[in-house]
């Protein structure tokens, strides 16, 4: 299967339609953490999942990520219905499309800068100039340009998150999911990660979806979606307009 890298015409990044997710604790429990999710995102909007420890919000990350799937419902990412993909075609699909970040940030402590990016492209089959001007380019973008030889563990955490995000960025993704960002960074630090992606949305045309608890993330993003058990409980487009949504 081709996946084309155009905006669909309907203009929508994702659409969750009824999403339920239920994980087995024991024999005849379960856990909802899910409960009918249904959610459209317009491409080129920078939205944040906000909700208490529990409420779901890394569980919708990753159904729309493709690191779990729906027990129930569908997910649609670009016009392309993830539940139709085999699970290398899913691996394919988020690779060229959807860049990952995580609050762990996830880098190899081995390599450089520079090296960590590069490896995303040597696995996405570039060249090698191709993925060294694409890495450089990468994080001049996130202003770690000076550092790009300096090894993860001389880089503060600050700038460990900026190296996270030139790789999110490497092949040049139309969706960026990105848990907890924040958590680990101070505020000033938080600050910038979040101005940052503004950036990365209106000068790279990406969309940027992220679970986050930093209530500073009301400042920077286009809409903030409250979670509560599992439901969408509240959209806030941040220009003064909250909807309230009914539970199931």
Known sequence: MSFQKDIPSN????????????YPIGI????QALRGVNLTIPAGSYLAIKGRSGSGK???????????KPTRGSVSVFGTE????SD????????EHVGFIFQAFGLTATYSALENIEIVLQIAGKGFRERRQRAEHCLERVGLSQWQHHRVHELS??????VAIARALANQPQLILADEPTGKLDT???????SLFREIVKEEGATILMAAHDPLVDEYVDEVLQLSDG???????????????ESV
């Open 231 to 245: 439901q969408i409980t509240e959209r806030d487009n941040r220009l003064g307009t909250i909807h309230k949504l």
């Open 58 to 68: 890394t569980t919708l990350l990753n159904c729309i990520g493709g690191l779990d």
């Open 11 to 22: 203009g929508r990044a994702i659409i969750a339609r009824d999403v339920w997710r239920t």
């Open 88 to 95: 290398s075609e899913l691996t394919r699909f988020y690779r």
């Open 28 to 31: 005849h429990q379960e856990v």
């Open 157 to 162: 955490g600050g700038q460990q998150q900026r």
């Open 188 to 194: 000033n630090t938080a600050r910038e990660i979040f």
């Open 82 to 85: 993830l539940k139709d993909l």
